[in-house]
C-alpha cells in the first residue's frame, strides 16, 4: 500500500522557517514526479513547487518562489521542502504528492490531477 507521510509542520513566528519532509512507502518513487501542495481554510488547493525524478527540474509556484525551495533523497524515497520567511499567509496544509508513472515530461507539474497519490497533509501555521 503506498503511502506519503508529511512531517516538519507546526507553529512558527513570522519570518521563521521550516522543513518539510515526506516519506513515501509502498514502491519507491525515485523516477517519478513528486511535489507539494498547499490549502488554507476556504481556499482551493494550491500548487507550491515540484521536482522531476532526477532533481534536475524544479518548478515553483509565482507565489512562492525565491521563498522555498523543494528537494529530494531518492535513496531515501523522501521530498523536502524548505520554506524561508515565513507570513501568516503561508498559512495553511502542506501536502506532498507524487505522480505513479516515471520519467514525467509533460508541462503540467502545478496540475492536481497530474499527481495520484497524496499524504494527509501536515499544518503549518505562521503568527504574526
Known amino acids: 500500500q503506498v503511502q506519503l507521510a508529511e512531517s516538519g509542520g507546526g507553529l512558527v513566528q513570522a519570518g521563521g522557517s521550516l522543513r518539510l519532509s515526506c516519506a513515501a512507502s509502498?514502491?519507491?518513487?525515485?523516477?517519478?514526479?513528486m511535489g507539494w501542495f498547499r490549502q488554507a481554510p476556504g481556499k482551493e488547493r494550491e500548487f507550491v513547487a515540484a521536482?522531476?525524478?532526477?532533481?534536475?527540474?524544479?518548478y515553483y509556484s509565482d507565489s512562492m518562489n525565491g521563498q522555498v525551495t523543494i528537494s529530494r533523497d531518492n535513496a531515501k524515497n523522501t521530498v523536502y521542502l524548505q520554506m524561508n520567511s515565513l507570513k501568516p499567509e503561508d498559512t495553511a496544509v502542506y501536502y506532498c504528492?507524487?505522480?505513479?508513472?516515471?520519467?514525467?515530461?509533460?508541462?503540467?507539474?502545478?496540475?492536481?490531477?497530474?499527481?495520484?497519490?497524496w499524504g494527509q497533509g501536515t499544518q503549518v501555521t505562521v503568527s504574526s
Open positions: 504528492a507524487a505522480d505513479r508513472n516515471t520519467y514525467y515530461s509533460g508541462t503540467a507539474v502545478s496540475t492536481r490531477y497530474t499527481y495520484d497519490y
Open positions: 509502498g514502491r519507491p518513487f525515485s523516477s517519478s514526479l
Open positions: 521536482i522531476s525524478w532526477d532533481s534536475a527540474s524544479t
